[in-house]
């Protein structure tokens, strides 16, 4: 489970409470979809280091080592990304 810190003594008094099994409603459903896909991407991830560490190679890419002959992919290499070679990543800067 994701690790969730909080300040007991925060302006001289307690913070709100930020562990799930607190929340309620839409934020419990919320925080349980974004732990399941935080496991699924984690086990993504490290299928792609094992192989990595056994064939050699990278698991975060530039999008034009998956593309070369797309121009597009040149543009603009700061912003997105490939990750274990199956999902491409791009930030909202």
């Not at 086990?43 to 192989?51: A, D, G, H, K, S």
């Not at 797309?70 to 990543?89: G, L, P, R, W």
Request: glycine fraction near 6%; charged fraction near 20%.
């Amino acid at each position: 489970m994701a690790r969730f810190h909080q300040n007991q003594t925060w302006k001289g008094g307690d913070s709100d409470r930020t562990e799930p099994f607190t929340l309620t409603g839409q934020n419990l459903i919320d925080a349980r979809t974004a732990m399941i896909d935080r496991y699924a991407y984690l086990r993504l991830v490290y299928t792609c280091m094992f192989q990595i560490y056994n064939d050699g190679g990278s698991c975060f890419d530039p999008l034009f080592y998956h593309y070369p002959e797309d121009e597009q992919t040149y543009d603009d290499i700061e912003s997105s990304f490939m990750v274990a070679n199956s999902v491409k990543v791009s930030p909202i800067l």
